[in-house]
């Protein structure tokens, strides 16, 4: 009952990050009533339940019958899945709730910054607080001072290769969300005398994950700039999930 719960929640969240990430880039309110994108009609409460709608409707406005994207369907349906899955992995934890704010900002990046190359500096605020509150119940001040630490350490190093990779290309090489974001990294991985390292292991993992990518992009539009930011906290996410696999990894090298 709990996971079903959990599921519906990831459901009806996802339903609502798509609606913050679609219209707080383009300075559009999120409190007015949801509409069709083709013929503009509000939607009526029975056509906006998430993952329901849409496949009772057959993925198509219930007024003018024009085809909506499938985006929203997987977006609501990953973050449901999300949710469930951290819960049977981690269970009721402190640590399942600092990864279901991950997984929040995760989806609210994916949209953001592979539809608009930006990363909202709210989503990022907002948090950078949540975790410092759930990391002082998880272990007390202690915690907090040293994954903000964490965060500070790996926000200065980004910032120095984004300085580097600036002075050498001639153009800006890294986005300031992206810059922000590690310190997300940073703070979320850091633990009382470990967390550095294991935020530059995510670092290179993110980098890894993106290069298929941008290979593909490069040679199917010939562009060489890639929104890294989804990169970035997918890795944040894997590293943060299988922490002790990463860290035994290190010690191990």
């Not at 001639?170 to 005398?193: H, T, V, W």
Request: aromatic fraction near 18%; hydrophobic fraction near 55%; charge should be positive.
């Amino acid at each position: 009952m709990i996971g079903l719960l959990l599921f519906i929640i990831g459901a009806i969240l996802g339903s609502f990050y798509f609606c913050l990430a679609s219209r707080l880039p383009i300075h559009k309110s999120i409190l007015g009533r949801s509409e069709c994108d083709s013929c503009h009609q509000s939607l009526k409460w029975y056509e906006l339940i998430p993952l329901v709608s849409y496949l009772i409707f057959h993925g198509k406005c219930h007024h003018c019958h024009h085809k909506i994207g499938f985006e929203y369907f997987i977006i609501e349906f990953s973050c449901a899945l999300l949710f469930l899955a951290g819960y049977l992995y981690l269970g009721l934890t402190v640590k399942y709730f600092i990864y279901l704010v991950l997984i929040s900002l995760g989806i609210i990046i994916f949209i953001t910054d592979f539809k608009y190359m930006i990363i909202l500096d709210s989503s990022l605020l907002i948090s950078a607080i949540s975790i410092t509150v759930l990391k002082y119940f998880e272990g007390g001040i202690k915690y907090v001072i040293w994954s903000i630490f964490f965060g500070v350490c790996l926000f200065l190093t980004i910032y120095l290769i984004k300085l580097i990779g600036d002075f050498i290309f001639k153009k800006e090489s890294l986005g300031g969300g992206d810059i922000k974001l590690s310190f997300i990294i940073g703070l979320a991985l850091g633990y009382p005398y470990i967390g550095y390292e294991i935020g530059l292991i995510a670092l290179i993992f993110a980098s890894f994950l993106a290069l298929p990518y941008a290979l593909a992009q490069i040679y199917l539009t010939k562009k060489n700039e890639l929104p890294f930011g989804p990169f970035l906290i997918a890795s944040l996410v894997i590293v943060f999930v299988f922490y002790e696999k990463f860290y035994n990894l290190l010690i191990f090298f």
